[in-house]
């Protein structure tokens, strides 16, 4: 299953849509739940997104860290991504016009 942030979002909603199926029959819910909710659909909706809470991220850290709504906004799918070739330790942030 791809992470979250992938940017491939076909394959990262197809997986994602059946790894929730699987899951489902599997964990209980919470006695006033309901484990029949939405899943995820063909295209992600602005409404699927959120936030990383700030109290998440390092102190000080700018305003737009965390939250991809300004990128998402002027068609730019994340403000993050890794060196080429990956390093596995080194995330670039771009800032994004708010």
Do not use: C
């Amino acid at each position: 299953m791809p992470h979250p942030s992938s940017h491939n979002e076909q394959q990262l909603l197809q997986e994602w849509h059946q790894a929730i199926n699987e899951l489902r029959p599997l964990i209980d819910g919470d006695p006033d739940g309901n484990q029949t909710g939405a899943n995820y659909g063909n295209a992600f909706r602005e409404t699927d997104y959120a936030a990383i809470p700030r109290r998440d991220l390092p102190f000080g850290v700018p305003d737009f860290l965390g939250d991809d709504r300004a990128g998402r906004a002027h068609q730019h799918p994340s403000s993050v991504s890794r060196p080429v070739p990956d390093d596995l330790h080194t995330l670039i942030w771009k800032a994004t016009p708010s």
